[in-house]
């Protein structure tokens, strides 16, 4: 399984796997309810948008399909010139999704936003927005909607840099190192996209951060207004809590409702679970651990 996300509901799950196939669960229960078939390689990640009843799900063949969520019905396909290791869709009122590739031959990774329109039913896509190599530090890990109005794209690099993006015009609008080493994986808060957690394979670390800090004078335990004056603006990341863990880590979600407020009380730390993240050794090195020890294998 290489990726795992839930409905609105709480009662469905789809999961990713490098057995090409995209499968939607009922939860608790376990029953598989759907199969999404057609990738020709690995299946990377995958994105629902509950609205429009539809799922994009993308893989190692270089594709993005576009999925009816009901009853798993291909509507269309995007091609790109490398592996698509993340998709996304915006929570705006277009149907835009974002997603980034590897490079292939002479053709660079790039981050592209494409935007869908149903004409008679028929689903078609452009891309309106695409950032390549070498604006791109690197082939992005992930890409990601963030910003008061999930305006600013938002790409994930391996070296440690997350990147922010004018969604519409494709220009940079800052560049931060939120980790000295391997960056794993950035998650947004629904409720509030200016609030971001990243974790690190190699400093063991998570870190929440935020993205527009309170203005001067402002308490900064209340809620950030969303006023007109952010719209537009650039993201200013402040580092707001870190915690160290006991092994590398490879995922971090953080709680989907989390506001300003909560995520800026130091006194609800320890009493109030805001992130979670997931690690542990790598396979490869266990054999190397020594009979009796702690191999953190988990």
């Known amino acids: 399984v290489t990726y795992i996300a839930f409905d609105r509901s709480g009662s469905e799950i789809y999961t990713c796997g490098k057995d090409k196939l995209v499968i939607a669960w009922k939860v608790p229960e376990g029953e598989c309810l759907r199969k999404f078939e ?32 009901k009853d798993a019905v291909k509507l269309a396909e995007v091609e790109m010139p490398g592996v698509v290791r993340c998709v996304e869709w915006s929570n705006g009122l277009c149907l835009r999704f974002a997603c980034c590739s590897n490079s292939f031959k002479a053709k660079p990774a790039a981050a592209s936003v494409y935007e869908l329109s149903m004409t008679a039913g028929a689903p078609s896509s452009r891309c309106c927005t695409s950032v390549e190599e070498p604006r791109l530090p690197s082939a992005a890990s992930q890409v990601a909607w963030a910003g008061p109005y999930r305006e600013w794209l938002c790409t994930a690099h391996d070296s440690g840099i997350v990147v922010f993006w004018n969604s519409l015009t494709g220009s940079e609008l800052a560049r931060v190192k939120v ?82 407020t909560e995520a800026a009380d130091e006194a609800a730390a320890g009493g109030s679970c805001v992130m979670l ?14 009979a009796g020890t702690d191999d953190q294998f988990e």
Not at 41 to 68: I, K, P, R
Not at 204 to 210: P, T
């Open 38 to 69: 057609g990738h020709r390689g690995a299946v990377w990640s995958c994105s629902l948008n509950e609205d429009e009843g539809l799922l994009l799900t993308c893989g190692a063949d270089n594709m993005v399909f576009l999925w009816q969520a």
């Open 277 to 290: 993240a997931g690690g542990g050794q790598d396979a490869r090195d266990v054999a190397l651990v020594g």
């Open 179 to 260: 980790h000295e080493d391997t960056l794993s994986k950035v998650a947004f808060s629904a409720l509030d996209g200016r609030l971001m957690a990243t974790c690190g394979r190699n400093d063991m670390e998570v870190r929440l951060w935020c993205l527009v800090p309170p203005k001067e004078g402002e308490d900064s335990g209340s809620d950030l207004g969303l006023d007109d004056e952010l719209e537009g603006g650039a993201p200013e990341p402040t580092l707001m809590r870190n915690f160290t863990c006991d092994r590398p880590l490879n995922c971090v979600a953080i709680k989907q409702t989390l506001g300003f």
